[in-house]
């Protein structure tokens, strides 16, 4: 291999290592290579003459090999962009994804006090907790996770995006909780199911089981924080789940049946039943 490229060389040999491994190999391309010259897109198609040099094309080379090894962009550069913020990464937790997004859309669009207190269970890099303080200054949130490393990386994102006012905890769910007035909690759990195939394929291989699967295909979280999250909430408070695309009638069905009114799904960018939320009136026993 030649000692040095010029970026559209660079793009064009890196498209053709990881056309057969990545669905997504132009896009892969080109965010490894502004993360190697630390340029913004329109640079790569401004000058695509540009040398490379021997450091950067050997860095880059390294990068996309890493990438034919199936190691996720995000993992190799350290970084994902979520809500149009730069979170920081690593295989501690899940890499946010953009049909979360949907739930900080649905939190944000709840009629809610301008100094709600809100619970983010399951918190990872942060990822919804930190994207709703940055819209929302005045919420008083509350974020949680059981693995230490992710709570340690969710606290690196929060110095990183001046965000100090949300409270991160290492807690099992709602062990650490000790308050009992949520006007909203929301999470984004573990919901596939242990035997689901696609855990051997593609970008999952490289998140932990702990951000992934539950027992009772998928909904075994999803139904603990539903019946428990009665406990934490005001009466009218709401809660908020994501759940796999194939939960949402029998998660909706499990809400009512735990006495959650108005309850309803809200659609990803796909399409797909993605986010249902309720209301909890406060009036049935537990
Ligand atoms: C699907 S990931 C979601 C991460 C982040 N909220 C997001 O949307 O990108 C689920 C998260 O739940 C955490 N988790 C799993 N079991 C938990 C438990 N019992 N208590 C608290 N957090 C838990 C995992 O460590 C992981 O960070």
Known sequence: MADQSCIA???QWAYVQLAASSESAHLDAEVLLLYCLNKNRAYLYTWPEKALSV???????QMVQRRQQGVPVAHIVGEREFWSLPFIVNDTTLIPRPDTEILVESALNLPLESNAKVLDLGTGTGAIALALASERAAWQITAVDKVEDAVALAKANRTNLKLEQVEILQS????????HDFDLIVSNPPYIDEADEHLHQGDVRFEPQSALTAADEGFADLYYIAKTARDYLKPNGYILLEHGFEQAVKLRAKLIELGYQNV???RDFGSNDRCTMGKWMGLIGI
């Open 9 to 11: 060389e660079a793009l």
């Open 55 to 61: 450091e950067q094309w050997k860095r880059f080379q």
């Open 172 to 179: 099992d769910w709602f062990s650490a909780v000790t308050s």
């Open 264 to 266: 309803a799904t809200v």
